[in-house]
């Protein structure tokens, strides 16, 4: 199948740290390639991919200081797409959908996966007015806001089982993972590792829009807790890895319908439990008792911290392997493209 | 000629109050009507025309507090000019262009109006991957970043002589009027007026993403400085064309380059002198000790507020209705429509 995956173009793919849907297109494009089909990534230049990369600007958005205004370099893609229009069967699109449009009047079959949150008042008007874009979810739970929208299918996140290392050391302190954000809830991570009497290391991104928020309310918090709380800042890499796999245990105290919590199958693959509050994606995508702990409050999370020891971290791995592998996901998108294909 | 106008849909069109873009589409749309053109206006809901309105959304999106991605609204608006391509001659965009990729590929004569600054490390590439698309600047000095983009025409923004009245009262007040951010410059206001021995009115929107400007830096000056100064928050209507005329001058003391500048002609239109920085399109707009005085420190600025008592409140009126007449704005856009229509 000739199949086009258009990236968003905040971080490269794969991103260098954070960037989830950077991550997840990654997977899904090498996934695909190595399944044999004939795959073109529309991508920041800076990626790295087996297929076609067709280059959009030279380094992910957000790491280019110049760049204010993000929607001029995701037009300058669409256009680099419908000019290739007549090489592919499929167009799979994982940014914001302005393609809509476009995509309509163009001879590809086009699929477009929801990354983020569904707003009712949004993205509910946006669905009815192209009630013939098929979408595909991330979780069950993300399509609740637009439960009748085109959806196609859910495909869960999947990654490759040689992506993270399988740690059988149960670890020493705890870790929160991701962007530095209110609905992430930092403040609960710091108090759930106080009263465990663990140490907590903290990765974690600051967007350039959320850097109030960190001075304001996480600064003092980690200034106050630097007893036990270590802030690492952006990490990547190897760094990363070995972070995620000699933890006891990964916090994801989510405050929001986390659409699917990328993090959590990091933590598995690595063989670490997840202690989650029961939010979004997180049922979904966490076994209770198997991968981790799902929990309502702190007091949960305190006695879900002292369990996790019980968990058998190979189960962990094992879960992962089953449910995540990324060729699951490539073969669960096949399907939906053949869908397509089929109408 | 059939015309359509595609504004932004932040505001309605006209707007309640602060939204300089919709209030020029406003004025655009019934001069061209009012001349006989078939004009049709793709806007928020509660906007009032008598051209045929397209209603995309029930009101403003910045007054819809359950509105978070603005983008989505603007799809279905370009797929609303899209689904009725074939009733226009010429389509006329007043908002981010990011209806390029699908403008090439539809029947109708495009033009595109930059409102906004432009962004070398954004519009550089759009511009260039998009050669076809006309480009109208607002003011020459607009272009700077950008001289060879395809630019049809510099069309200053233009107001029907009736919209605000004459007042020939020379006013015992400064006023600062706009939106209330970092590069409009409050602070410099408020020290031209403590230092001219002025009272000075503020009337200026707090857009939600500068809400911590305000609080932290101009609320503080605002309590240091009670005595001369009066914040009126967001006025529109009767209130703001009393506001205008009334006043001894407006300040205009931007410390960016302003591509237009729209209360510099609501100002001459009541007769007011401007007394704004040499940023931007202001030596454009303003005919130094005609209509008011250019500045570039606040010493010289409280010296021409001085003087701005020598200026004739007539001549101001006069520069406004010779130069910045609605229907001379019509015009000098027909004549752009018609240079597309021959090509």
Same mark, same amino acid.
């Given at each position: 199948m000739?199949?086009?995956q258009?990236?968003? !173009?905040?971080?490269?793919?794969?991103? %260098?740290?954070y960037?989830?849907?950077?991550?997840?297109v990654?997977f899904?494009t090498? $996934?695909l /390639?190595?399944?044999?089909?004939?795959?073109t990534l529309f991508?920041t230049?800076?990626?790295t991919?087996?297929?076609? !990369?067709?280059?959009i600007?030279?380094?992910g958005?957000?790491r280019?200081? #110049?760049?204010?205004d /993000?929607?001029?370099?995701?037009?300058? @893609?669409?256009e680099?797409? $419908?000019?290739? $229009?007549a090489?592919?069967?499929?167009v799979?699109f994982?940014?914001?959908?302005?393609?809509?449009p !476009?995509? %309509?009047r163009?001879p590809?079959?086009?699929?477009?996966t929801m990354?983020? @949150?569904l707003?009712a008042?949004?993205?509910?008007?946006?669905?009815?007015?192209f009630? #013939?874009a =098929?979408l595909?979810?991330?979780?069950?739970? @993300?399509?609740?806001?637009l439960p009748?929208a085109?959806?196609r299918?859910t495909?869960?996140?999947?990654?490759p089982l040689?992506?993270?290392q399988?740690?059988?050391g149960?670890?020493?302190?705890l *870790?929160?993972?991701?962007?530095?954000?209110?609905?992430?809830?930092?403040?609960?991570?710091?108090?759930i590792a106080r %009263?465990?009497g663990? =140490?907590?290391?903290?990765?974690a991104k600051?967007?350039?829009g959320e850097?109030?928020?960190?001075?304001?309310?996480v600064? =003092?918090?980690?200034?106050?807790? +630097?007893?036990?709380v270590?802030?690492l800042?952006?990490v990547?890499?190897?760094q990363r890895?070995?972070?995620?796999?000699? $933890?006891r245990a990964? *916090?994801?105290p989510?405050?929001w319908?986390?659409?699917?919590?990328?993090?959590?199958?990091e933590?598995?693959a690595?063989? /670490?439990?997840v202690? +989650?509050?029961?939010?979004g994606?997180v049922p979904?995508?966490?076994d209770?008792?198997e991968?981790?702990?799902i929990?309502e409050?702190?007091?949960?999370?305190v006695?879900a911290?002292?369990r996790?020891?019980s968990?058998d971290?190979?189960r962990c791995?094992a879960?992962?392997e089953?449910r995540? #592998?990324? /060729?699951r996901?490539?073969a669960d998108?096949?399907?939906?493209?053949e869908?397509?294909l089929a109408?």
């Open positions: 000739r199949i086009a258009v990236a968003p !173009l905040y971080e490269s793919v794969p991103p %260098r740290a960037g989830a849907t950077e991550r997840v990654s899904l090498e $996934a /390639t190595h399944a044999g089909h004939r795959v991508a230049g800076d990626s991919t087996a297929a076609e !990369l067709v280059p600007c030279p380094r958005l957000w280019d200081v #110049d760049v204010w /993000t929607l001029t370099h995701h037009v300058r @893609q669409l680099a797409v $419908a000019a290739r $229009a090489d592919f069967d499929v799979h994982h940014g914001d959908p302005f393609h809509f !476009l995509a %309509r163009l590809f079959a086009h699929l477009t990354h983020g @949150q707003l008042a949004d993205h509910g008007p946006l669905f009815e007015a009630p #013939d =098929p595909v979810s991330i979780s069950d739970n @993300q399509r609740r806001p009748h085109n959806w299918a495909v869960h996140h999947g990654m040689d992506a993270l399988f740690h059988a149960r670890g020493d302190y *870790l929160f993972l991701g962007r530095m954000m209110g609905e992430k809830r930092p403040d609960r991570a710091i108090e %009263r465990a663990l =140490p907590l290391k903290m990765a600051v967007h350039p850097v109030e928020y960190f001075r304001n309310e600064e =003092p918090m980690l200034r106050a807790n +630097a007893d036990i270590e802030y800042g952006e990547g890499g190897a890895a070995a972070l995620i796999g000699n $933890a990964l *916090l994801f989510v405050d319908p986390e659409p699917f919590g990328m993090v959590m199958i933590a598995m690595s063989g /670490t439990p202690v +989650a509050w029961r939010r994606a979904e995508v966490l209770e008792g991968t981790g702990f929990v409050d702190v007091d949960a999370a006695d911290v002292a996790v020891a968990l971290r190979r791995r879960v992962f089953r995540f #592998d990324a /060729t996901m490539a998108y096949v399907a939906v493209y869908g397509l109408r």
